[in-house]
């Protein structure tokens, strides 16, 4: 229900604006003067302040700064006995919703307090919903509590809060994207954009219209202007994965803008000003890139202010376990399945494993192993056959046994008949009541 406060010193007044109002349907409070407005706008959780322009202790125009200071999200609405432009336009530039004159209130403040209503709903949910993503991308997300991981974060941490450019290090897959998004969720760029691009998915030109944008007739198609990503992610962050892929003429224009904060558009002569925070990422030894004249020694030395080198999977093992089962809960809420458990035998696999394609790797194997369980524990059967065999050296024989060669076969026809066992012992060529038996036998 939205809650509206009145601030009038007439009681008659308040009293009986109350009562229509609270006939709509809204929960309404009441006030004497500002004080006590502001005491009780403290102590409740109000939507729409109507407020007298003369009070006991102050203009009710000077109030709507110290409400909007103070409760940015409520909206106010200003009575007065004698309307006149000059107080309106200071009311309208405090912040007031509207400003209207006691007569016409009768048919004006009804229509006024669902329009008021309606902002301040739609500006919660936007709040609400820039909390849930700032969240979602916070460093406290970042799984894992090993000690390069933690160093890593650190890092990130305390070159967050400054406009610094960042370089992001380490093998694809091991998490660049994360830590570019909760760098910038952690600035004072957060309510503005993060925008992303992978620069090896495009050619140069291509490559170039992304990021830069084009004038109208600068080729056959561009019939309008169009903004590029620079301009997208004004006052914002642009992350530019993979840049070392990136071509020689294309790193000239992102020098450019990191040392002038213009670029100009494809077909443009007049240059175009940006405010943007650049942190970039690569999975390339760039030194190595300047050796071979395929990268830019001044752009390295820009872009690289601040490196942070992200740790292989490999190389933080102690993390497997924790990602394995946030992976295996997130993919079973996506399929609709109930929670999952781990069973040791398969963290141990998980853990032994090289993941030379790191996070994305290991996401896409537990993914897998979600589709594949007809039971609420993942075991070594749901991964794939290669690395089931990790762990042969320290099996018992009877792993080679023929029951145990049945037990997994059955189970793997089962988890591809979505657990029709009719449909599975059709598949087996085998009697229903002989699968069943087979259940039975191997607990499956």
Known sequence: MIKVLIIDDEEKLRTLLSKIIALEGFEVFQASDIKTGLK????LDIDVVICDVKLPDGSGIEAVKLVKDRFPLVEVVLLTAYGNIPDGVQAIKNGAFDYITKGDDNNKIIPLLYKASEKVILAK?????????GERYSFAKIIGKSNLLFKAIELAKKVAITDTTVLLTGETGTGKEVFAQAIHQASDRATQSFVAINCSAF?????ENELFGHKAGSFTG???DQKGLFEEAHKGTIFLDEIGEMALELQAKILRVLETGEF??????KPTKVNVRIIAATNRKLEEEIDKEHFRNDLFYRLSVFTIHLPALRERKEDIGALAKYYAQFFALKLKKKKLYLSDEYIAILESNEWRGNIRELKNVIERSVILAVTDTLDVETLPLDMQHINLKTESISTYSLAHAEKLHIQKILAHANGNKAEAARLLEIGIATLYRKIEEYKL
């Open 40 to 43: 009780k706008l403290e102590q």
């Open 222 to 224: 561009a019939s309008k």
């Open 264 to 269: 100009l558009r494809v077909g443009d002569s």
């Open 125 to 133: 949910k936007v709040q609400r919903l820039e909390k849930q993503l």
């Open 203 to 207: 050619s140069k030109d291509l490559l």
